[in-house]
């Protein structure tokens, strides 16, 4: 059956029926393409996934997003099933920094309290004091004492605007996410001279040129519920354009532009539902961490669990 042959409802009926079968919960990331996030029981941003994977009740957590999100599951819940359905679906970002470079920066600077962004692998949640999502990274740092030395892994961009916002002292590591820190603010210029009554909607791991012309800097559930609240009509969305599927179907009055269209990050659109089918038929792709290392992992995620956002 070629690509234009499929039939999108039935093999959505069979992903819902395989998952009530084993008591699976879907958890799909808002990148992740329209059949998937329709047919999930719950999308969000990477926040709002580790809460919902810390408190299932579900034997089984499929979850559909990139590798890190599934080991965060994991580490959360080690008496529950994690599949990832795709196991190639990494995030380049998360690979930009491993536990043995942190160890060394951290032999380096010994006072300083290491906030880590989620998307790192689970050996460098585990080297790390706290983690933080983009949805909560300036309540983490506030919620550290302000005397202390602030070190921000792996994303420079998310670092810089915490600095930004929190006015704590932080210092990073040079990593970034390849498909936001392409956006460029000639870009973002250009979208929004060509569209003057939109709102500028932005990421924070894009870089500080291109937040500094933003009406909004938020996490991607933080964009849906801004749009949501907002009585304007027109914005620019800059983030990967997976998260305008569930914008358009919640809003569907409003407009939504991407600020860039090749903003898409291949390993979030690498699951499709016959690969879910597949993942709950054989159960696979099953992400472990080993436990001396989740148990340290799960302390630096929980510690940011505790953290009341602002
Ligand atoms: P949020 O959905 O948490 O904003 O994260 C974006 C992201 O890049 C996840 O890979
Ligand atoms: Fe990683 Fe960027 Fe893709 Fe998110 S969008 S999974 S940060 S590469």
Redesign the pocket.
């Known amino acids: 059956m070629n690509d234009n042959n499929r039939d999108i409802e039935a093999l959505s009926k069979k992903v819902r029926k395989l998952l009530k079968d084993k008591n699976a919960i879907l958890l799909a990331h808002n ?1 992740q393409i329209p059949e998937v996030q329709d047919v999930a029981d719950i999308c969000g941003d990477s926040l709002e996934l580790s809460i919902k994977a810390s408190k299932t009740e579900a034997d089984i957590i499929v979850f559909c997003g ?1 590798h890190f999100m599934a080991e965060t599951a994991a580490i959360l819940s080690p008496d529950k099933t994690v599949l990832l359905p795709v196991v190639s679906a990494g ?4 690979d930009m920094i491993t536990a043995r470079q942190l160890q060394k920066k951290k032999s380096e600077m010994p006072d300083a309290v290491i906030v880590s962004y989620v ?1 790192t692998t689970a050996e460098v949640k585990a080297e790390s004091d706290m983690c933080c999502t983009s949805a909560n990274a300036v309540s983490v740092a506030r919620s550290i004492d302000r005397e202390k030395r602030i070190y921000m892994t792996p994303d420079r961009n998310l670092a810089q605007y915490t600095l930004k916002t929190s006015g704590r002292n932080i210092t990073w590591w040079n990593g970034y ?4 820190n392409n956006l460029t603010a000639g870009q973002v210029k250009k979208v929004k001279a060509e569209n003057p009554g939109a709102l500028l909607l932005a990421h924070p ?1 894009c870089p500080p040129e291109v937040l500094d012309l933003a009406d909004e800097v938020k996490s991607t559930s933080g964009m849906l519920s801004f749009v949501k609240n907002s009585e304007k009509t027109e914005f620019i969305i800059g983030t ?1 354009t997976g998260i305008i599927h569930p914008l358009k179907k919640a809003n569907p009055g409003k407009r939504f532009i991407p600020a860039d269209p090749a903003m898409i ?1 291949v ?2 659109k690498k699951t499709r539902l016959e690969d879910i089918i597949i993942s709950i038929q054989e159960m696979r792709h099953v992400i472990k961490v080993p436990e001396e290392i989740r148990v340290r992992a799960k302390t630096a995620v929980e510690r940011m669990l505790a953290v009341p956002v602002d």
């Open positions: 990148y990139v995030c380049p970002m998360a998307n996410c390849p498909i936001h791991e990967e990050c390993d979030m």
